[in-house]
């Protein structure tokens, strides 16, 4: 006995394309803000998880990359395994329901799924049980993200940590990420005067101490990337990179310990000339987010004997808006330049 499986048409467009053989088309769920995540094919990529927005960036694409560690492979071959499930459930599910109305076809059962047989003395009752189609789950979504449009070819998409590359024309863009980061920070303190005003200037205060240590935060993260990223290009293994950067430690916390040690790891490049006017402003406001993480804002003799700003001890450290503002400009010149002379487009 033959049966079809499944009926032309239906949810997923079922077409019957040979003996046995079927197409169907699932559509991928988006995201509330018209988002499809993709997957890199490269097991070992880290964090390997994004999403873009269909029909921006380069239309017809043929080959697709990965904006961590620039995989390229069909744009097909991105789909999560999240997606895969999902599909292979749908189809599941079909074949279920089909299987299920072969089955009521070939035993003779209505739709009721009952059917006496009576023959002779014995009497035999059919009947099938028609369990609800099973529920199928939408991709799990992360939410931490960040957004960006690629400003080479307009692909609008949301990396999970720092992204390198475009996931479409596979450009380097790694300072519109480190830029995004800055503009993210600049935005927060930019809103202080209103949350100063609604919750309290301990809550300011506290946004702009936050604000300069994720200020130290992309700093430090954005310069082990480029270490990374120069030292592999160089040739050394994961393994050589990841002592180098247990050596650095959490150096590059400061900008005057970055200075010193980058030309050591990165060929002679420097990250700005020592003693330099931007080495000597960020050393100051760096510095003050010691004493704020550390000791709730107060003061030690350490950090006056180090800085010997003028503070005295025992007073707060104030972290005041501007100078934020002045800091995340110097720290995104300074981060720009840097990536523009270590690799040269
Ligand atoms: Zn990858
Ligand atoms: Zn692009």
Known sequence: MSFELFREGGPLQAKKTGQDQYSMSVSIPKDEDGRSARECPNQECSPGYFKVTPGTGITGQTIAYCPYCRKSAEPSDFHTKEQIRYAKELVAREARIGIERAMREALGLGSGGK??????????????KSSPPSHVWRPYEDI??????????T???????????????GKDIFTAHVQGEIRVIESIVGDIDRRKKELGSRVAARDLENALEDLVSVFEATLKMEIRRHRKAKGDGD????????????????????????????????LCAPDCEDQKK??????????????????????????????????????????ILETAKITRRILLEFHNKLFTI
């Not at 931490?144 to 070819?153: A, E, F, K, S």
């Not at 998409?157 to 024309?169: E, K, R």
């Not at 959490?250 to 200075?259: D, G, K, V, Y």
């Open 115 to 128: 059917r006496r047989l009576v023959d002779g003395l014995i009497s035999v009752d059919l009947e099938i």
């Open 144 to 153: 931490l993200r960040r957004d960006l449009i690629c400003p080479h070819c």
């Open 239 to 270: 393994d050589a990179i990841d002592a180098i950067m247990k050596k650095i430690g959490s150096r590059l916390q400061s900008i005057s310990n970055a200075i010193a040690i980058i030309p050591d790891f990165c060929d002679g490049q420097s």
């Open 282 to 323: 960020l050393d100051l406001v760096f510095q003050k987010r010691h004493p704020i993480t550390h000791n709730l804002g107060v003061v030690d003799r350490k950090y006056i004997d180090k800085v010997r700003s003028g503070e005295v001890e025992g007073t707060e450290v104030r972290v005041e808006k501007a100078e």
């Open 155 to 169: 692909l609008d998409h949301s990396v999970y940590g720092f992204g390198v590359w475009c996931p479409d024309c």
